[in-house]
């Protein structure tokens, strides 16, 4: 009996320790006020270019109500805060230029109140190439303190998207295979489209890919395409290195009216295949450089943008982090870069609207002619938006 008794006090003494070890930092507040951000360590905002937005995402929370009214201070936009998350999470966010945003300093909570919006306008965001913004917030000293771990958010900015698109139905592609008659060597590459189709009904749907310099071998052949004789119409498919990659279909099967940004990757040993972000097929099919001359575009495709092609191997990171958004056109990695978006940037970085070509807006400026029949749709006025809205 005595060891029964001995052995349930050593079971509470453990439980107990466990119970300590393991305390919610609500906790220590039962008995005292206290504020804390009820929302996410991150907050992800979608925003569009020269528009203004209230964001509605952030709540200041007390521990219990009070029967007086009761401020809470708020600092946003402090250096120290945004440095201190760049550091831990290795990101390497942009503080948000003040003269983009407003917050307010206090928050005030009626009698029994104990959750308020914190006000957060957005107002005419401009986005650079290669930025990420992001907002830092914190609950500051003041009447009522914030609990330790509960009392710091921060807003990431996205940019929302709103572009004509280009439409390469019942065309014959568009291709420039002399860009470098000499050939263009690389050791590793990433090949990015995103396209959007109203059906997957024939085989050999063609993408995309590389023009090979003459005298080159089945090896240097980059060739994406939808369908073949031994797979389904909606099963992706690159043909490269005198083999080929069939993309599982429980991995991945095409529906029709869908937006898919679709990347090939070779690091100089194997081939991976993404679609969305999302990791889909690898292969290890052969080494060493490949020997390009130009690039060309499906005819087969519906609507086509972001068409990218690096000489580096993309991390999946970057992939995710880019699937929607455009990038750095003066990246000196980035061999080619057709937005497709009906828009030309000139040398000075100025971009103007200009429909007569397919614009290349790397520096390399390999800008392809338009096709018969292709035209820049902007979706019956109303543009195509990325990410889409739910």
């Known amino acids: 009996m005595k060891k029964l008794i001995f052995s349930l006090a050593s079971i509470c003494l453990l439980t107990a320790c466990q ?10 507040f039962q008995s005292e006020q206290g504020a804390f951000i009820d929302s996410k360590s991150t907050v992800q905002i979608f925003v569009e270019e020269d528009t203004e937005l209230s964001v509605k995402d952030v709540k200041i929370a007390l521990v219990k109500p009070t029967g007086a009214a009761v401020k809470v201070s708020v600092v946003a936009g402090d250096k120290e805060q945004l440095d201190r998350f760049n550091s831990k999470n290795k990101t390497d966010y942009t503080m948000l230029p003040a003269e983009m945003y407003a917050v307010g300093k206090e928050v005030e909570f009626a009698s029994m109140s104990t959750s308020q919006v914190l006000d957060v306008t957005l107002k005419n965001v401009k986005f650079e190439s290669g930025v990420s913004y992001a907002l830092p917030i914190k609950i500051a000293n003041g009447d009522v303190a914030g609990i330790d771990g509960e009392k710091e ?13 280009l439409m390469m139905k019942n065309t014959n592609g568009a291709e420039d295979a002399n860009m470098w008659p000499e050939g263009l060597s690389v050791p590793q590459w990433t090949f ?17 890919g590389t023009k090979q310099v003459t005298g080159s071998t089945p090896l240097d052949e980059i060739y994406t395409r939808f369908g073949d004789v031994t797979i389904d119409p909606n099963q992706l498919q690159i043909k490269t290195g005198a083999s080929q990659i069939d993309v599982d279909k429980e991995k991945f099967a095409a ?9 090939f990757v070779y690091d100089g040993k194997k081939t991976y295949v993404y679609v969305n972000g999302n990791l889909v097929a690898e292969q290890e099919i052969r080494s060493g450089e ?27 990171k970057q992939l995710s982090d880019y699937a929607w958004k455009m990038v750095d056109p003066t990246d000196d990695d980035l061999v080619v870069y057709y937005p497709c978006n009906g828009k030309k940037r000139n040398d000075d970085g100025t971009i103007v609207e200009d429909e007569t070509m397919i614009w290349d807006w790397s520096k390399g400026a390999h800008h392809l002619a338009m ?20």
């Open 19 to 28: 119970n300590e070890l393991y305390k919610n930092p609500l906790e220590d």
């Open 153 to 165: 958010t921060l807003i990431v900015l996205e940019q929302r998207i709103r572009t004509k698109c």
């Open 192 to 208: 990015e489209v995103m396209l959007n189709r109203a059906a997957y009904k024939q085989n050999n749907m063609a993408i995309g």
């Open 255 to 263: 529906q029709p009216n869908t937006w898919y940004m679709i990347a």
């Open 290 to 316: 490949y020997k390009l001359a130009g690039f060309w575009i499906g005819g087969k495709n519906d609507y086509v943008r972001e068409y990218r092609f690096w000489r580096i191997a993309r991390t999946p």
């Open 371 to 390: 096709p018969n029949n292709a035209y820049y749709d902007d979706n019956s006025g109303n543009m195509f938006i990325f990410p889409e809205v739910k």
